[in-house]
């Protein structure tokens, strides 16, 4: 592949490795997990970046972005490209920018921040912040290889957002620096509330290189994996352990069967018809929690001490959005939707859904503390695809029920569920992107030239 800005970047960096423009390289760091959606793999296949840069530190990174802002050259920000909405998808060719050499962890506070650079990937942080008393407040289920600056750019919660809510919450993101794309660019701080400008705006306004993550003291955790004659019954066990303190806890996840079926390393764990709940609770708990589950007419099936990220069963593994992932290898037409049902009338929305779609909707569970301290039963649920019309339909339905949903079918900010009304992400954009150059096509209310306010 050849790009006419591929000399002159490697000249501005002083290090021609760091320009990658073969082919197939290319390519592949210009993919995510968009394939998740029928919907978006029609769109996003094929669309890919005409190099790749590597910059090692944000003075770097302001001097690429200064270079293509003066040749109106597109620029995607990259982490780990475990996104599921094609967020890192170049949609206009130009310059994926790889953060994944700006890995440095600079400190752990005292009173349990960390300061990061972007490229960090999240289990390495959470083995760091573990070493000293702390762990991550919430993390996707890509622990392993997603990068802090994509779980800022593109993620929203994970194991961990039970108890601690998710990233945008409870001041979990502290602070964070970021380079503009002016012709100048600049490196601006957000604090506080002003790091909302920047979250989960997909790297459209802003290149991060700098965070501040709030961390919560490390617990000891068990795992458990508790089986119910009816999703019913795991439904209202889950609930019950989900919105009461007094147990320690970092997932709940309850599946409706055949989903446990699905996760072929751990079907042992799953009896045949059955719901399943996988739990992380503290170990000092795990004795009496199970008690209680058996009480409440649970078979515990599986139950061990979590040894840590390397632990086999590592049974957050087919929670969050792995689950979909291993559905997907059982049968490619699964797909999914990401929901928030209501607290009040949870049991009612999902009989509903249930009479309308039956066995094309089937019910995964995952508890969040909400911002307002609320406990609400989210779900990724799986969803058996036929066309786009049926899923917009169960969309709608969802919708007219009272059933919140960030629709992953959708390859920009706006749509996907997780917009700001009070429009900081796109006044950002305008302020730091004048020409619409970071991940063009993504923010699809921003216009160059026009001002929103
Ligand atoms: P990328 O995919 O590389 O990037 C995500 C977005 O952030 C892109 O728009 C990119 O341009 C932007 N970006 C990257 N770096 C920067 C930067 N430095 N500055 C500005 N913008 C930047 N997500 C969840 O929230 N919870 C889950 O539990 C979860 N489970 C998943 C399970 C599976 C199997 C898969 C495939 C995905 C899952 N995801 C989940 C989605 C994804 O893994 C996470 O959101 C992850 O944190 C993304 O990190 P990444 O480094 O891969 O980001």
Redesign the pocket.
């Known amino acids: 592949m050849d790009s006419p800005h591929a000399a002159a970047i490697a000249s501005i960096l002083g290090d021609p490795s760091r320009v990658l423009t073969n082919r197939a390289t290319v390519e592949q760091l210009s993919r ?2 968009y394939w ?1 959606s029928p919907v978006l793999r029609k769109q996003l296949d094929g669309k890919v970046g005409d190099l790749v840069v590597q910059p090692a530190s944000a003075a770097e990174v302001q001097k690429i972005l200064r270079y293509c802002q003066g040749h109106d050259v597109p620029v ?9 909405y094609g ?2 998808v170049p949609l206009h060719g130009g310059v994926v920018l790889d ?1 994944a050499r700006m890995d440095r962890i600079e400190q752990i506070t005292t009173d349990g921040v960390a300061v990061c650079e ?1 490229g960090v990937r ?1 289990g390495v942080l959470e083995n760091e912040a573990r070493k000293s008393g702390w762990e991550l407040r919430c993390y ?3 622990i392993i ?3 802090v ?11 961990g957002s039970v108890a601690n809510g998710n990233l945008r919450d409870y001041q979990t993101v502290r602070a964070l620096e ?1 380079v503009t794309m002016e012709a100048e660019p600049r490196i601006v701080l957000h604090e506080g509330e002003a790091v909302h400008d920047i979250l989960h705006a ?2 459209t306004n ?4 700098r965070i501040w993550l709030a961390l919560a003291p490390a617990v000891e955790w068990g795992q458990c994996a508790i089986a119910f004659d009816t999703f019913d019954a795991a439904f209202d066990f889950s609930e019950r352990i989900a919105g009461d303190p007094a147990w320690i806890k970092r997932l709940v996840t309850p599946f409706e069967w055949p989903i446990p079926s699905f996760f072929t390393p751990v079907k042992r764990y799953a009896p045949q018809g059955k719901a399943l709940v996988f739990f992380m609770v503290a170990e000092s708990q795990r004795g009496k929690f199970e008690e209680l589950a058996r009480e409440r007419g649970g078979e515990v099936t599986y139950s061990g001490a979590y040894l840590g990220l390397r632990t086999r069963p590592l049974l957050s593994d087919y929670t ?3 689950t ?2 291993w559905a997907m290898r059982a049968d490619e037409a699964y797909t999914y939707l990401q929901c928030a049902f209501d607290p009040a009338t949870v049991r009612e929305q999902m009989r509903k859904l249930k009479e309308r779609f039956g066995r094309e909707i089937l019910f995964h569970m995952e508890f969040w503390k909400a911002g307002d301290g609320q406990m609400i039963p989210g779900a990724i649920p799986v969803v058996y695809y036929t066309t786009e019309e049926r899923l917009n339909d169960m969309i709608s339905f969802c919708r007219k029920i009272g059933v919140f949903v960030a629709n992953p079918h959708v390859n920009n900010v706006e749509n996907g569920g997780r917009y700001r009304p009070d429009n900081v992400q796109l006044l950002a954009k305008e302020r730091y992107d004048p020409k619409g150059l970071l ?1 063009p096509g ?1 923010m699809v209310t921003f216009k160059p030239g026009e001002l929103t306010r």
């Open positions: 995510d997990f998740y995607t920000a990259r982490g780990a490209g475990t996104g599921n967020q890192a953060l972007p999240l996707p289920s890509t290889k997603a990068s600056g994509g779980f800022l750019g593109g993620g929203s919660g994970g194991i970021a997909w790297g802003g290149i991060v290189t969050w959005n792995h979909t992932l991940n993504k």
